[in-house]
């Protein structure tokens, strides 16, 4: 029977650019040798997420982000306090189990966080990438950074955005954007390759220390909520993991919190 210590060997084995000892992709909560049956996956194990999965008879939730607003979801903290407590009672009573898969799904290639994100845009078109592998060029038809920012916006939609907020001048010309993997966005690396317009989430994207500097150095910067750059990987790994284990059940949530724009 597959467990999910079984699913975290499998996927780590193939990840030479994680460490084992030290990823934070681990169990979070449960028993990593419990055999599964029904698998969820998920961007953000938000309350309304975990309730989902335990209502639709879940026996492990695969979850991108931390459990407990903490990346390393150290022992403590809000764990045992508020939301945070609210969470831990309901894994405990469910005997649901809580992977992480952060550090592997990142940088996975093809269907992982980054080159999903690309094809969720409709961006085919990969010039080059970063020296890291962070970070991807594309070519588009050249067009005004606000007629490819209008592009943006309708593509991220479905993914959970209703609006996409744009720093630059709207009439400049672009043709090379660029993307990255959830905070760790396209930065000076890829304006130094040619880029000429960011497309960047908040948790990565300060106002002083990043975007206002980006608009000097002439470039478009199309800023996205985190959620949005990452949930096509998610979605992906779903497809992934009926392919390995076509007798497991495999499901994904999406009722995390959702930004929302008034004007
Ligand atoms: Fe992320």
């Given at each position: 029977?597959?467990?999910?210590?079984?699913?975290?060997?499998?996927?780590?084995?193939?990840?030479?650019?994680?460490?084992?000892?030290?990823?934070?992709?681990?169990?979070?909560?449960?028993?990593?040798d419990k055999p599964?049956?029904?698998?969820?996956?998920?961007?953000?194990?938000?309350?309304?997420?975990?309730?989902?999965?335990?209502?639709?008879?879940?026996?492990?939730?695969?979850?991108?982000?931390?459990?407990?607003?903490?990346?390393?979801?150290?022992?403590?903290?809000?764990?045992?306090?508020?939301?945070?407590?609210?969470?831990?009672?309901?894994?405990?009573?469910?005997?649901?189990?809580?992977?992480?898969?952060?550090?592997?799904?990142?940088?996975?290639?093809?269907?992982?966080?980054?080159?999903s994100f690309a094809?969720?845009?409709?961006?085919?078109?990969?010039?080059?990438?970063?020296?890291?592998?962070?970070?991807?060029?594309?070519?588009?038809?050249?067009?005004?950074?606000?007629?490819?920012?209008?592009?943006?916006?309708?593509?991220?939609?479905?993914?959970?955005?209703?609006?996409?907020?744009?720093?630059?001048?709207?009439?400049?010309?672009?043709?090379?954007?660029?993307?990255?993997?959830?905070?760790?966005?396209?930065?000076?690396?890829?304006?130094?390759?040619?880029?000429?317009?960011?497309?960047?989430?908040?948790?990565?994207?300060?106002?002083?220390?990043?975007?206002?500097?980006?608009?000097?150095?002439?470039?478009?910067?199309?800023?996205?909520?985190?959620?949005?750059?990452?949930?096509?990987g998610m979605e992906?790994?779903?497809?992934?993991?009926?392919?390995?284990?076509?007798?497991?059940?495999?499901?994904?949530?999406?009722?995390?919190?959702?930004?929302?724009?008034?004007?």
């Amino acid at each position: 029977m597959t467990t999910a210590n079984i699913i975290r060997d499998h996927v780590l084995n193939k990840c030479s650019w994680v460490d084992k000892e030290t990823t934070v992709d681990s169990i979070k909560i449960g028993d990593g040798d419990k055999p599964l049956k029904k698998v969820g996956v998920c961007w953000y194990c938000s309350i309304k997420t975990i309730k989902s999965a335990i209502d639709a008879e879940c026996d492990l939730l695969i979850t991108h982000e931390p459990t407990w607003w903490d990346h390393f979801d150290s022992p403590g903290g809000w764990r045992d306090k508020g939301p945070g407590l609210k969470k831990t009672k309901l894994l405990e009573k469910s005997g649901m189990v809580v992977l992480r898969l952060h550090d592997s799904w990142d940088r996975w290639p093809k269907i992982g966080i980054r080159d999903s994100f690309a094809k969720a845009l409709g961006l085919n078109n990969f010039v080059l990438e970063s020296d890291d592998h962070w970070n991807a060029m594309y070519e588009v038809p050249e067009q005004t950074l606000k007629n490819f920012a209008g592009y943006v916006a309708e593509k991220v939609k479905p993914l959970g955005d209703d609006a996409v907020q744009v720093i630059g001048n709207p009439n400049m010309k672009i043709r090379y954007p660029s993307i990255g993997i959830g905070c760790g966005g396209p930065k000076d690396n890829m304006i130094e390759k040619g880029s000429d317009v960011l497309i960047m989430c908040f948790d990565g994207a300060s106002y002083w220390r990043d975007r206002d500097r980006f608009a000097e150095q002439g470039v478009g910067v199309i800023t996205l909520e985190h959620g949005t750059t990452e949930v096509s990987g998610m979605e992906a790994m779903t497809g992934y993991l009926k392919e390995a284990w076509p007798e497991l059940e495999v499901q994904y949530f999406d009722n995390h919190w959702k930004a929302w724009h008034a004007n």
